[in-house]
């Protein structure tokens, strides 16, 4: 059988999830409807009853003219009934036979207490229905931001892996090859360098650490082997005269790194003599670069590693993730922009990622953040920090923004993770779950 292409697997399942949540969407409506009409027709059976007993006269009338009592409107009905109740106590003050006061009395008394009995229905009805219709339009809104998620603007999607065995060869097609390039490919470290160069072009990769985790890989490695991490430090460098710098250090990048400890790991990309080595080795032009992909986006350097780092580890931890997705649009006439799209491929579910360094001091921007938030994923909540005071310092500003809401929260962080953490209550990377009643 053929195997199909990332991007055929992100469209099928796109495709599935949508119509998994379409379909769960009409049958929940379709489910509270029914419930609703129900309790209705209850309710509003009882209060034509109570005006049956309370005037027969009127109810014989009503039906001769064919406007029969179970046709009138709640309210009406509601109002009639108030009316008869009234009548009846004003005729009791008039009353001299004290056999008679008490019947009334107790009929007034269980009259009452029907009427008392049908108001409450009457308010349940209400509140029932109040909440149906929430929970309808935050089913409506998070169906609309998984359509408009899936109108994703994302790179090309390339394969990761390449094997091992497989040889990189110069195509010189429609480029012209720059002499140095085939005394390169003779030298001794050309198939480690090379092979940091595939990856880089192959894959956007930008973060040191992850370049030569892929290439331990790809060589079948380990990736403590030190000659890796030699090899891209060659290509920094102006080797021996057998290449230019063939990849770059990104400058202008806070060498102190967050507050997750250690320093930012090197963020390189290819120099323009670095993509003419890789479209002479694949005979195509390279994927951009992920870090100069997400800056435009995002509010630091830091941030941006985060979302790289953050990333990363959700597809080792087998989640598909997607590429950028476009504004979606909120039912209050607002924007939300996930930081991170991906699929779980255990459930199939498409969550939206936020990525947080710290909390901030416009606590009414942020409730509005985590409000968005919660309309667009349907009350899961997913977010990423950069070490544990963070995460618990976000997860109060979430706990406080959506006080009084049912939503559900899975929280994590860099340092806890790459210190080996996991759930207690599922061995996810999601340190923190809670899990609205």
């Given at each position: ?6 991007e ?38 009882h ?8 005037d027969?006269?009127?109810d014989?009338?009503c039906?001769k003219?064919n406007?029969?009592l179970?046709?009138?409107a ?44 049908l ?36 790179q ?12 990189p060869?110069l195509?010189?097609n ?6 140095w ?14 092979m ?7 894959t ?8 030569t985790?892929?290439?331990?890989k ?6 403590d ?7 891209v ?8 005269n057998?290449?230019p ?10 060498e ?12 390189l990309?290819?120099?323009e ?11 195509k ?5 992920e870090y100069?992909?997400?800056?435009r986006?995002?509010?630091?350097s ?6 790289i780092?953050?990333?990363e ?8 993730i997607k590429?950028?997705a ?5 039912s ?15 459930t199939g ?11 901030h001091?416009?606590q009414?921007?942020?409730?509005q ?12 909540l ?12 976000i997860q109060?500003?979430?706990n406080?923004?959506?006080?009084g ?13 790459r ?13 923190s ?5």
């Open positions: 059988m053929a195997e199909i292409s990332l055929e697997f992100q469209r099928n399942q796109s495709v599935r999830i949508s119509r998994d949540i379409i379909g769960q969407s009409e049958e929940h409506e379709q489910k509270m409807q029914t419930n609703w009409q129900k309790l209705w027709e209850t309710a509003h059976q209060l034509v009853s109570l005006l049956r007993f309370l027969k006269d009127y014989e009338a039906e003219s406007h029969p179970d046709k009138f709640d309210d009406d009905l509601a109002y009639l009934v108030h009316i008869r109740i009234r009548a009846i106590l004003d005729g009791q003050k008039k009353k001299d036979n004290p056999g008679e006061i008490a019947e009334i009395r107790n009929q007034l008394k269980e009259l009452t207490q029907k009427y008392a009995e108001e409450q229905v009457k308010a349940n009805l209400l509140e029932t229905n109040k909440r149906m219709q929430a929970e309808n339009v935050g089913l409506s809104s998070h169906l609309s931001a998984l359509r408009q998620a899936q109108k994703e603007v994302s090309p999607t390339i394969p990761e892996t390449r094997s091992s065995a497989e040889s060869v195509q010189g429609s480029i012209s090859l720059p002499t390039i085939k005394p390169w490919q003779e030298s001794k470290g050309f198939e480690k360098s090379s940091a160069i595939l990856i880089m072009g192959d956007g990769k930008a973060l040191r650490p992850s370049i985790k892929v290439m331990a790809r060589l079948s490695l380990s990736t082997n030190n000659s890796l991490d030699e090899a430090s060659r290509l920094l460098t102006q080797e021996e057998l290449h710098i063939l990849i770059e250090k990104i400058e202008g990048i806070p102190q790194g967050s507050s997750s400890g250690g320093n930012n790991p090197d963020v990309r290819l120099t003599d670095g993509k003419v080595v890789y479209q002479s080795l694949t005979g032009p390279p994927k951009e670069n100069e992909w997400l800056i986006r995002h509010s630091s830091e941030h941006t590693i985060l979302n780092q953050a990333a580890i959700l597809a080792d931890a087998g989640y598909l590429g950028q476009q504004e979606i649009q909120l209050n006439v607002g924007t939300f922009i996930p930081d991170i799209t991906a699929i779980d491929q255990s579910e498409l969550v939206f990622v936020e990525v947080e360094r710290d909390v001091k416009d009414m921007a942020r409730k953040k985590w409000m968005n938030l919660y309309e667009a994923s349907n009350g899961n997913y977010v990423f920090c950069d070490n544990l005071t963070g995460q618990r310092a109060g500003e979430i406080l923004a959506l006080g809401l049912i939503y559900n929260s899975f929280l994590t962080n860099l340092h806890g993770l210190n080996g953490k996991r759930s207690e209550k599922d061995g996810s990377i999601w340190l779950i809670r899990r609205g009643k």
